[in-house]
T-cell receptor
Framework: NAGVTQTPKFQVLKTGQSMTLQCAQDMNHNSMYWYRQDPGMGLRLIYY???????DKGEVPNGYNVSRLNKREFSLRLESAAPSQTSVYFCASSGTRGETQYFGPGTRLLVL | AQSVTQPDIHITVSEGASLELRCNYSYGATPYLFWYVQSPGQGLQLLLKYFSGDTLVQGIKGFEAEFKRSQSSFNLRKPSVHWSDAAEYFC?????????????FGRGTQLTVWP
């Protein structure tokens, strides 16, 4: 039982490049989330998915897209990376009633 | 609007001293409340949570928190801090009855522990 896993752990991109961050959970959770963490800003919600097939914008969705591939997997895509997207990205999941969120280990992204 | 305030950006305590980290929230619905801890380079680990019932909740690593509805607060406490408690602590609030489980996080309090 791995919980929430994220790949890659680290990534360096050049401005304008694209990439996809992968997230998977094995807890049979319905809800999944993508956050970014910047110094002094706490965690800010990018996108979330209440169930398979649905996604919604969070606080800071600009420059990102998401796909809820199935119940287990929720990916985050940067189509054209910008230096402002340099951050640590966390994926999380929670059960149907919206209880505790469980977090992955994070992806550290540097955009040059 | 929903919000969480952690008034202290950085706290320094000596090992063995008591600790209290403050958290105030603004939320229209009956809240779920959480404290998470993040060690350097790591993800977030749940310390404790309040859903209902006893307003004093116990968590892992000897932490506890008290929900005070009248003060819209959920402060985290530990009687005696250990050097390994040095980390960043996040308070979060969510809505009871929500089928989504969206949480709102404070900006975090960085804890330094002096030997």
């Amino acid at each position: 039982n791995a919980g929430v896993t994220q790949t890659p752990k680290f990534q360096v991109l050049k401005t304008g490049q694209s990439m996809t961050l992968q997230c998977a959970q094995d807890m049979n959770h319905n809800s999944m989330y993508w956050y970014r963490q910047d110094p002094g800003m706490g965690l800010r919600l990018i996108y979330y998915s209440a169930s398979e097939g649905t996604t919604d914008k969070g606080e800071v969705p600009n420059g990102y897209n998401v796909s809820r591939l199935n119940k287990r997997e929720f990916s985050l895509r940067l189509e054209s990376a910008a230096p402002s997207q340099t951050s640590v990205y966390f994926c999380a999941s929670s059960g149907t009633r919206g209880e505790t969120q469980y977090f992955g280990p994070g992806t550290r992204l540097l955009v040059l | 609007a929903q919000s969480v305030t952690q008034p202290d950006i950085h706290i320094t305590v000596s090992e063995g001293a008591s600790l209290e980290l403050r958290c105030n929230y603004s939320y229209g619905a009956t809240p779920y409340l959480f404290w998470y801890v993040q060690s350097p380079g790591q993800g977030l680990q749940l310390l404790l949570k309040y859903f209902s019932g006893d307003t004093l909740v116990q968590g892992i690593k000897g932490f506890e928190a008290e929900f005070k509805r009248s003060q819209s607060s959920f402060n985290l406490r530990k009687p005696s801090v250990h050097w390994s408690d040095a980390a960043e602590y996040f308070c979060a609030v969510g809505a009871q009855g929500s089928t989504l489980g969206r949480l709102y996080f404070g900006r975090g309090t960085q804890l330094t522990v002096w030997p």
